[in-house]
């Protein structure tokens, strides 16, 4: 069997979800099917989610009808007959404005998991009933029922071996060629819905691939393939066919956009490749990432990551830095879920690079207990893999470099973000 994986952009109007049907019609391996949330829902949902979080139940409900306009809007354009495709999430709509009415705003976390869950829940109701009237047989399937997690809300980890049973259980392929489910989203073993962190899909996707033993993972994107810089910030961007998952991870870990870091691992522990692959044009190959290749990138790779802060903590008592205050500033971050993407340290002091993120303030004050804290925010950091004296010269030129790494291979630099006038 195969895993597909479709994202929000794939998702966002009537036009992308027919794509898939054409797609996924000249398909005849067995498929499991994973799909995010319609364009920008989760990011609507958020905003939903915090007016109710301050208990501005009006405004919340208000947001959640442009949310549910969206989509009816969709199905409108999408089914012959809209009561249909209408049935399929109305009772869904239903459920939310309940809790919007109803619920008491109390742990964030954890009210995000439960509301913000509903985009893909929505959305994969809509793809499945469309494929269905377009006389492809599917099985929907809730992930809230089938991926177990951790309660680590907002953030949550898969259980693998409980996912297994369960996922092999209603997913054998005996009755169905395709099962649909959801991206980002699980539940812990209480049932209460989990998700995997934004743009989590890819890594449920990965995690479906690994549990089924498929034969391949692919994820469909609005983008040729994997390219060695963002189209959208650097000039004359080519492709990289082939990579390896080592590769893959560095490049992740230094902000790549392409795909969720956390999606490497479950695949590699089983050797399944995973192609990227362009929505627009399904009969491109894309690229590929897999444990070898013989064709190695030759061409440099440059990743930006914005919205940073560099903190720097200095310990209160002018102990050295190393090992005690070391561990206890990281289990700090850790605790806040600061994503670092960067660490330098000196006798006396440790700087990291952090995602800007709502922890961070927390973070901040229980790290003032110990150290004393300085930091800087609106930072970028900038990966170049293939560094060369020129390229370095052309991507940071006049800016201001607060913080540089560098190896025989890669540069790494922390620069002010750049004021667009
Ligand atoms: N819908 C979620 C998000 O936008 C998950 C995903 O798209 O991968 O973050
Ligand atoms: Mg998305």
Redesign the pocket.
């Known amino acids: 069997m195969k895993v597909y994986k479709f994202?929000?952009a794939s998702v966002r109007s009537a036009e992308g979800i027919r794509n898939i049907a054409h797609i996924v019609s000249g398909v005849s391996d067995n498929l499991f099917i994973v799909v995010?949330?319609m364009g920008?829902?989760?990011?609507a949902m958020e905003i939903v989610l915090d007016l109710f979080m301050k208990a501005d139940h009006k405004a919340s409900l208000a947001k959640l009808a442009e949310v549910e306009n969206y989509h009816y809007e969709i199905i409108a354009e999408l089914f012959a007959d809209k009561t249909k495709g209408n049935a399929a999430v109305e009772p869904l709509f239903a459920e939310l404005k309940m809790y919007l009415t109803e619920g008491v705003g109390d742990e964030y976390d954890r009210w995000y998991d439960r509301l913000v869950s509903y985009?893909?829940v929505i959305s994969t109701r809509i793809v499945s009933a469309f494929l269905a009237e377009s006389g492809i047989a599917n099985e929907w399937v809730d992930m809230r029922g089938l991926l177990v997690t951790d309660s680590n809300y907002r953030e949550a980890n898969v259980r693998m071996e409980d996912s297994q049973v369960r996922l092999q259980k209603v997913a054998d392929f005996s009755k169905n060629r395709i099962y649909l489910g959801q991206?980002?989203i699980g539940a812990n073993i209480k049932g209460d819905p989990t998700?995997?962190?934004?743009?989590?899909?890819?890594y449920?996707a990965a995690v479906v691939g690994n549990l089924l033993n498929a034969e391949s993972v692919s994820i469909w994107k609005d983008v040729p393939g994997i390219l060695n810089a963002d189209p959208r910030l650097f000039e004359n961007t080519v492709l990289i066919p082939e990579m390896t998952y080592l590769d893959a991870v560095e490049l992740a870990y230094s902000g790549a956009q392409i795909i969720?870091p956390k999606t490497i691992k479950p695949l590699q522990n089983k050797n399944i490749p995973l192609f990227v692959r362009p929505f627009g044009s399904p009969t491109e190959a894309g690229s590929v990432i897999k444990a070898t290749t013989e064709k190695p990138i030759d061409v440099p790779v440059l990743i930006l990551r914005k919205n940073q802060v560099l903190i720097t903590v200095r310990p209160r008592d002018f102990s050295f830095v190393l090992e005690e205050s070391l561990s206890k500033a990281f289990a700090v971050m850790n605790k806040h879920r600061l994503k670092v993407s960067l660490i330098q340290s000196s006798a006396i002091s440790i700087s990291v690079c952090v995602d800007n993120s709502r922890y961070l303030s927390g973070a901040l004050d229980e790290l003032g207990n110990d150290f004393n804290v300085n930091y800087n925010d609106s930072l970028e950091l900038l990966t170049i893999r293939g560094i060369s004296e020129e390229i370095v010269e052309k991507t940071t030129g006049s800016r201001t470099i607060l913080l540089k790494q560098q190896t025989r291979r890669s540069g790494r630099f922390l620069m002010r973000e750049e004021v667009n006038s």
């Open positions: 994202g929000g995010s949330a920008k829902t989760t990011n985009g893909e991206g980002f998700t995997l962190g934004r743009e989590g899909s890819d449920s969720h």
